[in-house]
């Protein structure tokens, strides 16, 4: 080890580490033929065909034969190989045979790489200079899952060793941590354990049904984002689901966008479609009347559902399915509108957020490649005044932004929002779009002052972006303990007996306007309060003799425990206040 060693990346930590792994397996089971073995997000995995089936046991094995190999500090050297001495090397493995005829065939050039003398394998390179670069304690052996060989179903069916791996072991741990967290909180799980909603085979993957419960908060969060906007003089219009093909002629979609359902042939009409998304509509609508420039901005909103054709091998619980609901809005407006336009929209954004928990975001502006301006319609003015506008606002604001040079579409610039859960996960909700396009393709107009006809700018934008993928987000971000004004259940009125029921019953009319539930069941105390923990109510309120004669009950909440005895009266105007500072 004379030479002067570079710090190793992550990504050579990792891919040295698939080496290892593949050389503990031979070690332990030398018959098994190899796959691959790549860097992925977190880690790495190799891919094995075993002679016999392997288990959790095993792992522990190949993972402590690892740290021993890693603490011998063996250096990796690489070797080229003619195709002829590379099958030779090889000979008793046929994944990697097959690999090295097919690079031979491409002229690829072929090279081995040893792990000191243990272990060699057919590779690129991009390895640590030796394994003692590598924290014998910053990776851990995950778990085994099936995976066909180069992906094909035609293929054998192999084993894939999934490993994490980090420059150190507390981000081993805190990952491990975060993933246990993020089980609990799979919003699949949280929505069968509280009822909130359910995906039914008969009806369909991807087409999410949802239970009261479910059907509430979504109404909750849906209402919520009408007020918003309607606060700030946008109005609501009504689009219709299925549409005459016609229009997705116009739009282009029929040509261009590959999700849509097949249409709906008829005997003696043209063929109709399910929409997949409503720009068209709502340009139609526009469209219909005359507008003058005093008129605009005219801001249309309508919380609608879209259906796409997604593969059922993509489709996961309410992230992603194939009946999406968008809290969809087109802003008609006039060029030098744009900035006051866009400035409105954050703001909304900004409340939104703040209003569901959310504080952690980044915005990414994607502006048009200065290089390629060919590639772009639309007035070069609207683009370079609206870029420039876009990044003022943002600043202004000092949200955290990257930019995305050449990241905007060929009909306009947008801004991504990107925001962070409570466990540290990304997830991009919304989107603000500049279109110079749609305007052209429907001939959209207005009147302006000296009476010439203009065409007006087109922003898309959506808050949520879908309603059930924000409701996954947001079922995990608070794990299913929502906060009081979201919570489809309120408050629990728990009688400490049958005797107490009626005064539970006044209480609960007292409670009007919130969502209450009293627990009438013939069960003992202990079990109505665990069964109200259970669902996450917000608050449990225990009534028997004592608060009968006091007029009072016994406030339990949800995350800070029992918080003894209060006066109804003045309970409920805490409560008020809790639900409109929506804490
Ligand atoms: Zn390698
Ligand atoms: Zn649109």
Request: hydrophobic share 35%.
């Amino acid at each position: 080890m004379s030479e002067k060693q570079n710090p190793a990346t992550l990504d050579e930590i990792r891919h040295s580490l698939a080496h290892l792994l593949a050389a503990a397996v031979l070690k332990k089971y030398p018959d098994t033929k190899l796959g691959i073995g790549p860097v992925i997000e977190n880690g790495f995995y190799y891919d094995f065909l075993f002679s016999q089936p392997i288990t959790d046991a095993d792992l522990k094995d190949f993972q402590k034969d690892m740290r021993y190999l890693v603490n011998k500090k063996l250096g990796f050297s690489g070797e080229k190989l003619t195709p002829a001495k590379a099958k030779e090397m090889f000979k008793d493995q046929p994944f990697k045979v097959e690999l090295i005829e097919e690079f031979s065939k491409e002229s690829k050039e072929l090279t081995a790489y040893h792990t000191g003398d243990v272990f060699t394998d057919l590779c690129r390179g991009g390895h640590v200079e030796n394994t003692g670069q590598i924290n014998a304690g910053s990776f851990k052996l995950t778990h085994l899952a099936g995976a066909y060989w180069r992906g094909s179903e035609k293929n054998p069916m192999l084993t894939r060793i999934y490993g994490l791996a980090f420059m150190t072991e507390k981000e081993v741990d805190d990952y491990l941590k975060m993933m246990e967290e993020a089980k609990k909180r799979d919003h699949r799980k949280l929505g069968k354990e509280l009822g909130l909603f359910t995906i039914i085979d008969e009806i369909g993957p991807g087409l999410p049904l949802f239970y009261p419960k479910g059907a509430i908060l979504r109404r909750l969060v849906e209402n919520y984002i009408t007020d918003l906007q309607e606060k700030r003089g946008y109005v609501p219009i009504w689009i219709p689901h299925i549409t005459n093909g016609k229009l997705y002629v116009i739009s282009g979609h029929l040509q261009k966008y590959d999700a849509m359902y097949p249409p709906m042939e008829l005997k003696d009409e043209d063929a109709y479609y399910l929409k997949p998304m409503n720009c068209p509509h709502f340009m139609m609508l526009y469209n219909t009347l005359p507008h003058s420039y005093r008129e605009l901005p005219i801001r249309y909103t309508a919380t609608t559902t879209n259906y796409r054709y997604e593969k059922s091998g993509e489709l996961t619980g309410l992230t992603r399915v194939r009946a999406l609901t968008q809290d969809d809005c087109h802003v008609f407006a006039r060029p030098d509108q744009i900035e006051s336009e866009i400035n409105l929209m954050l703001d909304m954004i900004s409340d939104a957020y703040k209003s569901f928990g959310f504080t952690d975001f980044w915005v990414r502006i994607s502006t048009h490649d200065p290089e390629n301006k060919e590639k772009y319609i639309g007035d070069k003015e609207i683009w370079s005044e609206s870029e420039a506008a876009l990044e003022k606002l943002i600043k202004a604001r000092g949200w955290k932004h990257e930019i995305g040079v050449g990241e905007a579409a060929f009909y306009g610039p947008k801004l991504d929002f990107i925001l962070k859960d409570v466990l540290g996960r990304e997830w991009q909700l919304s989107t603000i779009q500049l279109d110079m396009n749609l305007p052209k393709r429907f001939s959209l107009e207005y009147a302006d002052a000296d009476g010439t006809k203009k065409q007006p700018v087109v922003i898309h934008r959506a808050i949520l972006g879908s309603t059930e993928r924000f409701l996954a987000i947001l079922i995990e971000h608070f794990g299913g303990a929502f906060p009081l004004w979201l919570a489809p259940v309120q408050i629990a009125v728990i009688p400490v007996s049958e005797k107490h029921i009626e005064y539970a019953k006044s209480v609960a009319e007292k409670l009007d306007g919130f969502r209450v539930q009293i627990s009438e069941e013939n069960e003992t105390l202990g079990k109505k309060i665990r069964s109200a923990e259970m669902q996450k109510i917000p608050y449990i309120l225990v009534v028997g003799d004592k608060e009968i004669e006091e007029g009072s009950v016994n406030v339990r909440h949800y995350k800070k425990g029992v918080l003894g005895t209060m006066e109804t009266v003045k309970l409920i105007a805490e409560l008020k206040q809790e639900v409109s500072d929506k804490q």
